[in-house]
């Protein structure tokens, strides 16, 4: 190696990457010396630019393709940053037999470094350390509290679309402890293949900038251009080794069986043939025929990638305005208050110290609804991610005289996760009845009978369904509380809330239950469910409120009677 390439390798990782290291070669299982892609140039390229600049913060994030080098170039920069100088880092896969495969990578680069670092590697199970004083923590997001109580100056995420949502391990939580431990400095590199429109990943890409937007963004002054982190992204197209040689009979098959989105990739991104001959094969061969599992592994754009991935239940654009929606509407948070002449008035926090959220005031000649979906009850329950209960008010629609029309909103709700025992449970819901004029409660009674007789004996008015008698279809009664039949009944009521997503008949200013929902997906056995990790209780409680919402009752402003003065009758005499 010439001196001028040693020089550019101690101070550019991906020239170290494609001189100095060595990887396994997928097919062969031979160590080479690796020729960075399309997205290793990107990732490569965005660290060096972001060190010129002088950007203390240096933020990365990564959409990928599957097996595309990715997580292996990420640990190249996090290796190369450890022999370069003293640097406490860490890496953290989303489970721990990725962790096992990253250590491996690592112990590969050190044992196969060309570049005289004079620096060597002592491995551990899970934790490696340089005479330089540099040390490599490798762990997961299954761990517990992950990587956190001490400083990082360097700190790689790898398949971080994957992390746990929801519950005691969480993505965002899981975050939320380990960036501030790089003190606003440090490099942070967040790299994975999309698994749906949701969670921490999502969300941040969401936010970050292409480095060009970032670096104009930078030079003009902006010291804190988007959100902070510059993201990377390569289509599976733009990779030359994702071709498949074709005849020129092959050639011919293709263009008389060629499908829409293959006639619009050619037009939109020049696809060959050799290219769609590619796709058809890995289609077939990897994704049981099916364009959106395709579209999930090999994204072509940054955008369709996560509508792909996970199948979401509701429409996505739809649930993107609310959230949009969501942002222009914070809602008031605080207590309600029983005064001595039984009305109940919401008293607001300004610190957000409270256990309730409204969005909207209860308003004279509006219908409301309060339903809840119960969880068994904390008294009931020792799980450490236990189910909660989901209460929350429909306001359904209405115009006013001046031919406004509103459409139906969830204006108030009980401060989510929500966890609390039975008694403080129905305390809750006859608090939010009486605020909204004795609202009817709706009640979904398969695990909420403890509740519903606390609600029976306070006298507070309950939803009550039909029962026919299976013997005589004649005789009919009713029974307090919903209860979902079956299946079908479950799927209906889901289908009902879809629809007014679709159709923009619903307002929802909560970002907890548009999370949930967003987190709703279709399984593989074709039931409507939480993703792993996540909670429906908000989800299944609006969509029994919004199938009730017929039931709503009519608000009345109370009027307080005025009483007379104890001496009016002597008076009046």
């Given at each position: 190696?010439?001196?001028a390439d040693f020089?550019?390798a ?8 494609e ?7 997928a097919?062969?299982?031979r160590?080479?010396t ?14 060096e630019?972001?060190?010129?600049l ?11 393709t ?13 290796y ?11 890496i953290?896969?989303?489970?721990s ?39 490599a ?10 990587g ?34 790089l ?30 937007d ?22 599976w ?23 829409a ?10 696809w060959?043939h ?38 979401p ?5 739809a ?31 300004a ?10 005031p ?15 009850g904390?008294?009931?329950?020792c ?23 509103y ?6 709700r ?21 605020y ?10 398969n ?16 939803y ?23 299946r ?22 909560c ?16 039931r409507e ?7 429906d ?14 039931s ?20 009046e005499?």
């Amino acid at each position: 190696m010439k001196e001028a390439d040693f020089h550019l390798a101690a101070h550019s990782p991906l020239v170290h990457f494609e001189t100095c290291t060595k990887v396994q070669n997928a097919t062969t299982k031979r160590l080479e010396t690796p020729k960075a892609n399309v997205l290793q140039r990107r990732m490569g390229e965005a660290v060096e630019v972001l060190n010129a600049l002088g950007v203390p913060a240096i933020r990365i994030i990564v959409t990928k393709t599957r097996q595309c080098g990715g997580t292996t170039f990420s640990v190249e920069v996090i290796y190369h940053l450890c022999q370069q100088r003293n640097t406490d880092a860490l890496i953290l896969a989303n489970i721990s037999a990725n962790s096992q495969g990253i250590l491996e990578r690592m112990r590969t680069f050190s044992e196969n470094d060309r570049f005289p670092w004079q620096n060597p590697l002592a491995p551990r199970e899970t934790r490696m350390k340089w005479e330089n004083g540099s040390t490599a923590t490798i762990t997961s997001a299954e761990s517990m509290n992950p990587g956190i109580s001490r400083p990082r100056q360097a700190v790689l995420f790898s398949e971080s679309a994957k992390y746990p949502r929801g519950g005691v391990k969480d993505d965002k939580k899981i975050m939320a402890s380990i960036l501030p431990s790089l003190n606003d400095a440090g490099l942070a590199i967040a790299e994975s293949t999309p698994d749906g429109a949701s969670g921490w990943h999502y969300e941040t890409w969401q936010g970050a900038l292409e480095l060009e937007d970032f670096v104009r963004a930078w030079q003009a002054g902006d010291r804190a251009p988007g959100n902070g982190w510059v993201k990377v992204f390569a289509a599976w197209y733009e990779f030359p080794e994702n071709v498949k040689p074709v005849t020129e009979e092959m050639r011919a098959r293709l263009e008389a069986t060629l499908t829409a989105r293959e006639a619009n990739g050619r037009a939109r991104y020049g696809w060959t043939h050799e290219q769609m001959a590619w796709r058809r094969a890995i289609m077939e061969a990897e994704c049981s025929g099916s364009e959106e599992t395709f579209d999930e592994y090999y994204p072509e754009d940054e955008v369709s990638c996560f509508l792909s991935s996970g199948r979401p239940r509701f429409n996505v654009a739809a649930l993107r305005r609310l959230e949009l929606g969501a942002r222009l509407h914070e809602p008031v948070t605080g207590a309600l208050v029983e005064m001595e002449n039984e009305t109940v008035v919401f008293q607001g926090d300004a610190s957000g110290f409270g256990c309730f959220q409204v969005w909207e005031p209860p308003r004279p000649g509006c219908s409301y609804l309060v339903w809840c979906d119960p969880m068994t009850g904390e008294d009931q329950t020792c799980s450490g991610d236990p189910d909660r209960h989901s209460i929350g008010v429909l306001r359904t629609a209405y115009s006013e005289a001046g031919g406004a029309c509103y459409k139906d909103a969830v204006v108030a709700r009980v401060r989510p996760p929500f966890t609390g025992t039975t008694k403080l449970t129905a305390e809750c819901i006859a608090l939010l009845s009486a605020y909204y004029g004795g609202a009817l409660v709706v009640l979904e009674v398969n695990m909420g009978l403890h509740v519903l007789e606390r609600l029976k004996d306070a006298g507070v008015p309950l939803y009550k369904r039909q029962v026919v008698d299976p013997y005589d279809r004649e005789k009919q009664s009713y029974m307090l509380g919903w209860k979902l039949k079956d299946r079908d009944q479950r799927r209906e009521v889901i289908d009902g809330l879809a629809l007014a997503f679709l159709n923009g008949t619903l307002d929802v200013w909560c970002p907890h239950l548009l999370t949930e929902c967003r987190n709703f997906m279709w399984s593989k056995n074709g039931r409507e469910q939480a993703r792993a990790g996540c909670h429906d209780d908000d989800v299944l409680g609006l969509a029994m409120a919004l199938r009730c919402k017929g039931s709503a009752t009519l608000y009345r402003q109370a009027v307080r009677r005025r009483r007379r003065p104890m001496d009016y009758r002597r008076v009046e005499g």
